[in-house]
């Protein structure tokens, strides 16, 4: 309808007479067409016109829900696909990953699973997809996995402004979702029974997901594993760098490790002490040799070395390290009483890193050596330490390589019968006299153990 004025100028039409939806006719809203005994009988549907409004909605939902606002800066453009002083493996790895997370950014379809260890930028690539398809208009939720489930349990609050249905569907059925640091969530049965619901409806639904996790997927609950590795749909990458915030810093070998100390000792300086030894005592120090080089070409398995002090068992284990690190591959050398204090040091106020973290960078490194094992504290808390290690390597068949001077027999029993397991470990006796250095004529080198 339209008014006149003293003027005689029209007036502008009214807003409701002008936007009203010729479907709805302004209501937003329509009963559903469809036969008496159908689940959707008598039930209203948002009208054609409400559609835009309900997606930004949804979008601020999302948003609201998520974290991704605290981490804006985490673009592809700001990740360093190469890394901060990594070898040519590490650096091609990284980079692998980097365009696996761009290449989904892209084409969000399927699941993309980013594995690693702390630090190896997991989180940085899971918000780089999450801003870039923000970009391209794409509604995404990013969020941790603990955080996702506090939302959870906040909706039963009588105060929460969203009711827990409404939450869990916004959730299960976002359009794209970055579920970060699976694994670290309470194992409660209710968290663990949400998270299966809200994965098995993603993956029967086939909706964009990615996850990050430290941890391996073994170690995963059966039924979300099984939905991780289906390679039907999910892509699985596992990222090898170490941390990637260690800007600057050589990163070939953790803070943890002592090889610094050991550079000199390779194989190409083990000192065979030829015309020094009997032949028998020769033959001996050459099999332990050939052992370790085998070891170093290709580590699987465990292999031990035992002896008395100054026989070349350190000297052997960190020659293998030496050889790993030199091909840019990781090995942790690490003497065992050092590293029961660098789990100690986790506990002080200023320690930067968690017991968690360091506990879990060593039991699973890809390639661990462990020197003087015997000489540690017998308290209780280290020897319950040490299997756990022992007990998490032997089970997952990592790479290990032991020295001890103590007699197998001394050793805490259950750190024995896995070193004496003929299937995985090469127990080798080293049955030489001590090296005093100077006898054989050949270069003389610091003293071994």
């Not at 829900?65 to 070898?87: I, V, Y």
């Not at 929460?160 to 299960?172: C, K, N």
């Not at 890193?353 to 039991?363: C, G, H, K, S, V």
């Not at 027999?409 to 127990?427: G, H, I, K, W, Y």
Request: net charge neutral.
């Amino acid at each position: 309808m339209v008014n006149t004025s003293s003027t005689d100028r029209p007036a502008p039409a009214e807003p409701d007479a002008a936007e009203e939806c010729p479907i709805c006719k302004g209501i937003g809203y329509l009963r559903t067409n469809v036969p008496i005994g159908h689940p959707d009988f008598g039930k209203l549907a948002p009208c054609q016109c409400q559609l835009d409004q309900l997606a930004q909605r949804r979008l601020s939902s999302l948003r609201a829900l998520g974290d991704l606002h605290t981490l804006s800066r985490m673009t592809f453009e700001t990740f360093a696909p190469e890394g901060h002083g990594l070898p040519a493996e590490k650096r091609k790895n990284l980079r692998w990953a980097y365009e696996e997370a761009r290449s989904f950014a892209q084409n969000p379809e399927g699941w993309l699973i980013l594995k690693g260890g702390y630090g190896c930028g997991k989180t940085h690539l899971g918000a780089a997809i999450a801003n870039a398809c923000i970009e391209q208009g794409h509604p995404v939720l990013f969020i941790t996995v603990p955080d996702l489930l506090d939302h959870l349990r906040a909706a039963f609050s009588p105060t929460s402004l969203s009711s827990y249905d409404s939450r869990f569907e916004e959730v299960r059925q976002a359009p794209i979702i970055i579920l970060d640091d699976l694994g670290t969530e309470s194992s409660t049965a209710w968290a663990q029974e949400k998270l299966f619901q809200i994965f098995n409806h993603r993956y029967n639904a086939r909706l964009p997901t990615v996850v990050t996790t430290n941890h391996e997927l073994e170690e995963i609950p059966l039924r979300l594993r099984s939905r991780l590795v289906d390679p039907d749909l999910a892509r699985i990458v596992s990222i090898t760098a170490p941390d990637y915030r260690r800007a600057g810093v050589a990163q070939d070998q953790s803070d943890l490790s002592s090889l610094s100390l050991h550079t000199y000792q390779t194989f190409e300086s083990f000192d065979l002490r030829h015309g020094e030894l009997t032949p028998g005592d020769e033959e001996n120090l050459k099999r332990a040799l050939t052992i370790a080089r085998r070891f170093a070409e290709q580590p699987s398995g465990w292999v031990a070395f035992t002896g008395i002090y100054g026989i070349g068992k350190t000297h052997l284990a960190a020659a293998i390290a030496n050889h790993r690190i030199e091909r840019g591959q990781p090995a942790l050398f690490i003497v065992v009483p050092d590293l029961l204090d660098h789990l100690r040091a986790t506990f002080t106020p200023q320690s930067a890193t968690t017991f968690d973290q360091r506990f879990e960078e060593i039991r699973r490194a890809p390639l661990l050596i462990l020197d003087d094992l015997g000489t540690e504290s017998a308290t209780p808390w280290a020897r319950e330490k040490l299997y756990q290690i022992f007990d998490y390597r032997y089970n997952a068949q990592l790479p290990t390589v032991i020295t001890t001077a103590t007699p197998i027999e001394e050793l805490d029993p259950r750190l024995a019968t896995r070193m004496l397991d003929v299937s995985r470990c090469t127990l080798f006796a080293i049955l030489v006299p001590p090296y005093r250095g100077g006898v054989s004529g050949r270069k003389k080198t610091p003293a071994r153990r």
